[in-house]
């Protein structure tokens, strides 16, 4: 069995940078699509950025897009989202998810593997 461990949230001010890790383990996740989700408080959990399979495709939310860029290390078996220029409405706990197949990436049901999820905090 899988399992996806998210690192590197935290509280940052407006304008800031953060990275987050999400490290693989128990299996390879190199034939998934890997994605971020984020969920904050009171709203419901929304999609913010994917990578396909092979690393070629990447897809983004239109709130983050230009400001956060999605990576992968098959060696690590990790995925990485790099957010910059981060506002107060980038306030939430973030997740990664693995996906097998060509189900849509935007949904969450889609997803096999969850992370528990990180805390990240954009302060004003």
């Known amino acids: 069995q899988g399992q996806l461990v998210e690192s590197g949230g935290g509280l940052v001010q407006a304008g800031g940078s953060l990275r987050l890790s999400c490290a693989g383990s128990?299996?390879?996740?190199?034939?998934?699509?890997m994605g971020w989700f984020r969920q904050a408080p009171g709203k419901e959990r929304e999609f913010v950025a994917r990578?396909?399979?092979?690393?070629?495709?990447?897809n983004y939310a239109d709130s983050v897009k230009g400001r956060f860029t999605i990576s992968r290390d098959y060696a690590k078996n990790t995925v990485y989202l790099q957010m910059n220029s981060l506002k107060p409405e980038d306030t939430a706990v973030y997740y990664c998810?693995?996906?097998?197949?060509?189900?849509?990436?935007?949904?969450?049901?889609?997803?096999?593997?969850w992370g528990q999820g990180t805390q990240v905090t954009v302060s004003s």
């Open positions: 990578i396909s399979w092979d690393g070629v495709t990447t």
């Open positions: 128990g299996r390879t996740f190199s034939g998934y699509t």
């Open positions: 998810a693995a996906k097998y197949g060509t189900a849509t990436y935007r949904q969450e049901y889609n997803y096999n593997y």
